[in-house]
């Protein structure tokens, strides 16, 4: 049994470059136009596509979130 680290730190940027994430072991905190708030963004992989000679992985909100004004597609950075 493996327990998982509880540091891991994923970073997201929305596609338009209009808001960054940054996801810390179970918590979510966006950036956007200078404002930080806690989100709880699901995402789920929709595509790779190619960037700069490699894949990346596109993710799309699932659940809720994905009905909302809001919603996105976001690219790991990290």
């Known amino acids: ?9 994923k970073a997201y940027m929305a596609r338009d470059g209009s808001e960054e994430c940054l996801q810390l072991a179970s918590r979510t905190f966006c950036a956007r136009g200078g404002e930080v708030r806690e989100v709880k963004l699901e ?19 699932k659940g809720l979130f994905a ?3 809001a919603a996105k597609e976001y690219v ?3």
Do not use: D, N
């Open 67 to 69: 009905f909302t004004a």
């Open 43 to 61: 995402l789920e992989r929709a595509r790779l596509e190619p960037y700069e000679g490699r894949l990346r992985e596109v993710y799309r909100p």
């Open 1 to 9: 049994m493996s327990i998982l680290h509880p540091y891991v730190v």
């Open 76 to 78: 790991e950075i990290l």
